[in-house]
């Protein structure tokens, strides 16, 4: 991963801390992980039934996919946790997805509820075009995540949430300030994002 010089100023300093923490807080591994719970315990008959549900897509959509980066990097076969080198995130996010589709199947087969069955096929359909994209051009995965989940939370419980779209920026923010990302690869990810799980989850919920 690149690395930025701090020894300019303590104020730049602490402006790359900051982005050290919005990008480990805000993670894809975190927020996919968080999402499908909230979405989970919102659709569910029940809190602890939609509990249930939410954590085993959680389980299948971003435990195991993340577990088998973490697996990749100790192995050295992986940059590191958020593969900042483009050339290798092709096979784990192809591995991811797979995690995804046997969830998803799952998920349908005993009978989750709608809308969290909705939010895993955005998942899969966002993971799908991000693996393709990131074949050719290093796409920012944390951006997009996050523009998908301010999406899916503003759908699910109304245009408050749009006030998440601070994260969203911040999480952008964060990968330029790091020079993990270019300007423009954190904008394509968000709105690649944004279009891909507006349209999905809205339809599909």
Partial sequence: MPTVDTSASPSAGALTRAARGLTEVFAPAVLATALPIVIGVHAGRTAPAGLAWGLLASV???IIPYAMIWYG???????DRHIGVR??????????????MVGLALLGLFGAPRELIALVVALFVGGLVATVINHFWKLSVHAGVAAGSMVVLTLAFGPALLATVI???AVGWSRVRLRDHTTWQVVAGTVIDVVVTGLVFGFLR
Avoid at 73 to 79: E, F, K, P, Q
Avoid at 87 to 96: D, I, S, V
């Fill in 60 to 62: 299948f959509s971003a």
């Fill in 73 to 79: 990097v100790r192995r050295g076969r992986l940059s």
């Fill in 87 to 100: 050339e290798q995130r092709t096979k784990p996010l192809a591995l991811g997805l797979v995690s995804v």
């Fill in 167 to 169: 994260v969203v920026a």
